[in-house]
């Protein structure tokens, strides 16, 4: 079964704009932590913002921000004034509570466009 | 500067061959892991080690050994009963198991298998 969704296969959205990348997951656990991770052209894995599900406050990485509804399973990546750089693979990530195994989402390719 | 490697970035094999993947990291790191990536497909997990000389499957584990002789060392084989190996492989490590460690990737090997 698919722990990890993410519907947009593909994204763009012009320089200095904003875009929000969806995710949602399922859980029957109460205390967990999501992240985001990007993946640019050179496939380099990397950290983007993580989450804690007992905070209630949202996390936020200078222009990475997320939007997290813990009843509804979802969180999403909020990118605000886009640059060339974003331009990547995006992957939601949920860790299971043993041995720190992650599940990942399929991804979302977001395209910068200048 | 503290990190994983991988090597090499592309690895090119006759089918019937076994391959390994070379995973070496410096951060001090007890777990250590294996994932394959797929186009259009997130990250699935091969193996997982927490600690040295320990090591168990993934959720994809079929035709891949793995071996933890060193903390800093984590290489996989691909054996020729793995059907279908051409891939882009992605090692991590993170400092724990709980569920609030951030994983972090080495650049990847490119696996292709003729």
């Known amino acids: 079964a698919q722990t990890v969704t993410q519907s947009q296969p593909e994204m763009s959205v012009q320089e200095a704009e904003t875009v929000t990348l969806s995710c949602t997951y399922d859980?029957?656990?109460?205390?967990?932590?999501l992240f985001w991770y990007k993946q640019p052209p050179s496939r380099q894995m990397i950290l983007v913002i993580r989450q804690e599900a007992y905070k209630q406050q949202n996390a936020t990485e200078n222009r990475f921000s997320v939007n997290f509804q813990k009843a509804a399973k979802s969180f999403s990546l909020k990118i605000s004034d886009s640059q060339l750089g974003d331009t990547a693979m995006y992957f939601c990530a949920f860790p299971r509570s043993n041995f720190n195994k992650f599940y990942f989402g399929s991804g979302t390719k977001l395209n910068v466009k200048p | 500067d503290g990190g994983i490697t991988q090597s090499p970035k592309y690895l090119f094999r006759k089918e019937g061959q076994n391959v390994t993947l070379s995973c070496e990291q410096n951060?001090?790191?007890?777990?250590m892991y294996w994932y394959r990536q797929d186009p259009g497909q997130g990250l699935r997990l091969i193996y997982y080690?927490?600690?040295?000389?320990?090591?168990q499957k993934g959720d994809i584990a079929e035709g891949y050994s793995v071996s933890r002789e060193k903390k800093e060392s984590f290489p996989l084989t691909v054996t020729s009963a793995q059907k279908n190996p051409t891939a882009f492989y992605l090692c991590a490590s993170s400092a724990g198991t709980a569920s609030s460690y951030e994983q972090y990737f080495g650049p990847g090997t490119r696996l292709t298998v003729t």
């Open positions: 859980t029957s656990e109460n205390n967990y932590y």
């Open positions: 080690s927490q600690i040295v000389n320990d090591f």
């Open positions: 951060l001090n790191h007890d777990a």
